[in-house]
């Protein structure tokens, strides 16, 4: 079993934080993968979590031999359900629920990933594609972006993400085709779909932006969208760019190559069923 190691520079000083106490843990698994060229460790005191773990990484991700990583995770899973997630000597989460635990993990890996990446931009955004183009709704949680992007794969459109439009240098998307996670009723968690499971297919191939779509769903509401400028689209979609703040010519460079021909549109949507024939009309108008 290999040992898993941060790089020398980040390593912090002795007994001053719990990474030490956590590194003369007696780890049962490792495993050190890489997704979008961020070195990853995971370190388990039980490997029976290990499989259930790999539902929860990102996607196209690949196991690597090389144990220095840029990020390390600790899953502490407890006897008495105590159980624990740090990252590296941060504690993450503390709780009696796995699943509680998977989902922070998911959730803090998607967000250092993103971070990390110095080629490509990631924004909290639903993406499907249409006859070539992407159609990208930017939207951090709660805004009904995956219902609309599950509406969009049920009505023919190609899966890209529901969680993160990926651009590169050019402004073109590329997916993030994570399951879709759709929340069911109140109360109850939120299960995760399969594009096959909605009907739909997972594209590899990178696409223009042919729309966004700035759209907050609010019940009963009629879709009577504005149109939005160039100007507009790029604010829309910094908003919801996770290193706006930290490397904005950057962001603001790449959006602005993305939308210099799409179609922009913004407003108040009801029920995604009732919009997105709508909404794919109108990328066909625009493009003939």
Same mark, same amino acid.
């Given at each position: 079993?290999?040992?898993l190691?941060?790089?020398?520079?980040?390593?912090?000083?002795?007994?001053?934080?719990d990474?030490?106490?956590?590194?003369?843990?007696?780890?049962?698994?490792?495993?050190?993968?890489?997704? @979008?060229?961020? !070195?990853i460790? +995971? *370190?388990?005191?039980?490997?029976?979590?290990?499989?259930?773990?790999? %539902?929860?990484?990102?996607?196209g991700?690949?196991?690597?031999?090389?144990?220095?990583?840029?990020?390390?995770?600790?899953?502490?899973?407890?006897?008495?359900?105590?159980?624990?997630?740090?990252?590296?000597?941060?504690?993450?989460?503390?709780?009696?629920?796995?699943?509680?635990?998977?989902?922070?993990?998911?959730?803090?890996?998607?967000?250092?990933?993103?971070?990390?990446?110095?080629d490509?931009?990631?924004?909290?955004a639903?993406?499907?594609?249409?006859?070539?183009?992407?159609?990208?709704?930017?939207?951090?949680?709660?805004?009904?972006k995956?219902?609309?992007?599950?509406?969009?794969?049920?009505a023919?459109?190609?899966?890209?993400?529901?969680?993160?439009?990926?651009?590169?240098s050019?402004?073109?998307?590329?997916? @993030?085709?994570? !399951?879709l996670? +759709? *929340?069911?009723?109140?109360?109850?968690?939120?299960k995760?779909?399969? %594009?096959?499971?909605?009907?739909?297919?997972?594209?590899?191939?990178?696409?223009?932006?042919?729309?966004?779509?700035?759209?907050?769903?609010?019940?009963?509401?009629?879709?009577?969208?504005?149109?939005?400028?160039?100007?507009?689209?790029?604010?829309?979609l910094?908003?919801?760019?996770?290193?706006?703040?930290?490397?904005?010519?950057?962001?603001?460079?790449?959006?602005?190559r993305?939308?210099?021909?799409?179609?922009?549109?913004?407003?108040?949507r009801?029920?995604a069923?009732?919009?997105?024939?709508?909404?794919?009309?109108?990328?066909?108008?625009?493009?003939?």
């Open positions: 079993m290999s040992t190691a941060l790089p020398k520079s980040d390593r912090l000083p002795a007994f001053e934080n990474l030490e106490r956590l590194n003369r843990f007696h780890w049962q698994a490792t495993l050190s993968l890489v997704s @979008y060229g961020v !070195r460790g +995971i *370190r388990v005191s039980d490997p029976g979590i290990l499989e259930q773990i790999h %539902a929860y990484l990102p996607p991700w690949k196991t690597t031999a090389s144990p220095v990583v840029d990020e390390l995770y600790s899953v502490i899973i407890s006897k008495t359900s105590n159980h624990q997630l740090y990252r590296r000597q941060e504690q993450l989460i503390q709780t009696n629920e796995p699943e509680d635990l998977l989902e922070a993990l998911d959730s803090d890996l998607r967000l250092q990933i993103a971070t990390s990446v110095k490509q931009l990631f924004v909290h639903g993406v499907v594609g249409w006859h070539g183009r992407a159609i990208v709704i930017p939207g951090r949680s709660f805004s009904g995956t219902t609309l992007v599950a509406a969009l794969i049920k023919g459109a190609t899966y890209y993400s529901d969680e993160y439009a990926v651009f590169d050019e402004g073109f998307v590329h997916p @993030y085709p994570r !399951r996670s +759709i *929340r069911q009723d109140i109360g109850q968690r939120t995760r779909y399969s %594009a096959a499971e909605l009907g739909g297919s997972i594209s590899k191939e990178p696409l223009p932006v042919g729309m966004v779509v700035h759209a907050q769903y609010e019940s009963g509401t009629q879709w009577h969208p504005a149109k939005m400028s160039p100007g507009q689209a790029v604010l829309a910094l908003d919801n760019t996770v290193v706006a703040r930290l490397r904005p010519e950057f962001a603001l460079a790449i959006l602005s993305a939308v210099t021909h799409s179609c922009n549109l913004t407003g108040k009801g029920e069923e009732l919009v997105v024939r709508k909404l794919l009309v109108q990328l066909e108008t625009s493009f003939g």
